[in-house]
């Protein structure tokens, strides 16, 4: 199913013509639809993807919102493509008990990361790009996040499995609009449910997956 | 970046009152700065950094006003440590007099809701403005990292990623429903209150994912950040017992 087929889904069960539609536009089925696919992203954490950036002389501090291009929910993991490793995920807290005390201070290349507040990405020893063996400064961050709103009707939905919650939820939202309180509540457990069925199918796939990739690069 | 704007006139066109009839636009305004206040508050999502520069002779210090938690502070990027009244109490009976004890703060603690006293009491006066990163260059200066509130909506957009306005959103359906009077809707007012505390709950979780480490430490069980006991040393199994050979 792409976009445009899930559209004529959601105005055959509002009993509108998708042509020529009496109540809701066309583009207030989109973002009914946006509306789902957002939420079900969060819900769900389907949505992996990764960015390559540079990290910048003697910066530790990186904005996640600046340099992801789609919203970020977590850091999965960093890769370093100059020095060809993962970057191990540590805390402040870790790095005081555990490293020199004023590891702020410290530079060079850099091998830990880690988050402040949710949207600060730091990395330590800050990075020197200019004295270690650095042939490139590039990193590449894996990040769990929420996809691009759905815009071309020819926009294939990635899995099956997503099709009937983002339907669901596109009723609920147009239904609770509408001032049909009841049915909307009714709809919404059913989404629920469904985005439920969505959650475990990706814990089951993606979560493993991306964690038996770690476990294999590692050895 | 979405503005205030954009969440109220989504959340009336949501409540069916797009002419704020039922609800105002005042009324809304409110429900969705509390909504982002509460939100900085419960996820300590927004993190900054700021120095209180030291005074000679002067132990008390001004929050920032959008000061939230603190997350740690340094001097001269050693972590200070955060100690609680009493402990500092018993550790220097004197601490209270600002002649008393002076020398590089060591500690801090948070006095009551705006106010920051170090220990021992500065001797010197520094002034620093802006943060420099890396702190290879000494800054022989107390800078406070801490969670904060976001901007002030009437002049700035949301400093949070565009997906979670639509949680503060639900927020203020919730309020806005569960207000008594015209509009008050017991049943969608649940609704809406329970996407809001799923929403934040789901927040935290990932905001816990990130902050927390996964490394494992020796003499810790599990990848928790916690201290914990290192295990009971044991003799070995045959110490002591004629073992037959």
């Keep these: 199913m792409n976009f445009g087929d899930l559209q004529s889904e959601v105005f055959l069960r509002i009993e509108e013509s998708e042509s020529s539609p009496d109540y809701w536009a066309l583009s207030e089925v989109k973002q009914a639809l946006n509306e789902g696919w957002e939420d079900l992203a969060r819900r769900t954490k389907w949505f992996k993807s990764s960015v390559m950036f540079a990290l910048q002389d003697e910066v530790t501090y990186y904005?996640?919102?600046d340099h992801c291009p789609?919203?970020?929910?977590?850091?999965?993991?960093?890769?370093d493509l100059s020095t060809e490793r993962w970057f191990n995920h540590t805390s402040v807290k870790d790095l005081e008990v555990s490293s020199y005390y004023r590891w702020e201070a410290i530079g060079g290349s850099s091998i830990n990361y880690f988050i402040r507040g949710a949207l600060q990405l730091g990395v330590h020893p800050y990075p020197i790009l200019s004295d270690s063996a650095h042939n490139s400064d590039m990193i590449k961050v894996y990040y769990t996040g929420i996809p691009f709103p759905l815009g071309p009707d020819d926009y294939s939905i990635p899995f099956r499995e997503l099709e009937l919650p983002l339907i669901t939820y596109a009723l609920y939202d147009l239904k609770g609009q509408e001032g049909e309180d009841t049915f909307a509540?009714?709809?919404?457990a059913e989404y629920i449910e469904e985005a439920n069925k969505v959650r475990s199918w990706v814990r089951g796939h993606y979560t493993r997956g991306i964690e038996r990739r770690h476990r294999a690069l590692d050895e | 970046m979405r503005s205030m704007s954009n969440v109220t006139t989504e959340a009336a066109l949501r409540l069916g009152d797009s002419g704020n009839a039922i609800w105002t636009l005042a009324e809304l305004q409110r429900y969705v700065k509390d909504g982002y206040d509460l939100l900085c508050r419960e996820t300590l999502c927004l993190w900054s950094q700021t120095y209180l520069n030291d005074r000679a002779g002067q132990s008390d210090y001004v929050l920032p006003t959008d000061f939230v938690a603190s997350d740690r502070a340094t001097w001269n990027a050693k972590p200070m440590r955060?100690?609680?009244e009493g402990r500092l109490r018993t550790l220097d009976h004197q601490y209270q007099n600002e002649s008393a004890t002076t020398g590089k703060p060591e500690s801090y603690y948070i006095d009551g809701m705006r106010s920051l006293r170090k220990h021992p009491v500065p001797d010197t006066t520094v002034t620093t403005t802006a943060i420099t990163f890396p702190t290879t260059a000494a800054v022989l200066n107390f800078r406070l990292e801490y969670f904060r509130l976001g901007a002030d909506l009437s002049s700035y957009a949301f400093e949070i990623p565009s997906s979670w306005t639509k949680t503060i959103r639900h927020y203020a359906m919730y309020k806005a429903y569960k207000r008594h009077g015209d509009g008050f809707n017991s049943k969608l007012y649940k609704h809406?209150?329970?996407r809001w505390e799923f929403d934040l709950d789901d927040l935290r979780k990932a905001r816990g994912t990130l902050v927390s480490s996964r490394r494992v430490i020796a003499g810790r069980r599990g990848t928790g950040t916690r201290g914990r006991r290192p295990p009971t040393p044991r003799l070995p199994?045959?110490?002591?017992?004629?073992?037959?050979g």
Excluded: F, K, M, N
């Design chain 2, 237 to 244: 199994w045959r110490y002591g017992r004629i073992v037959r």
């Design chain 1, 70 to 79: 789609e919203e970020p929910i977590c850091v999965d993991a960093i890769w």
């Design chain 1, 63 to 65: 904005s996640l919102l």
């Design chain 1, 185 to 188: 509540l009714q709809l919404w």
């Design chain 2, 82 to 84: 955060e100690i609680s």
């Design chain 2, 192 to 194: 809406y209150q329970a």
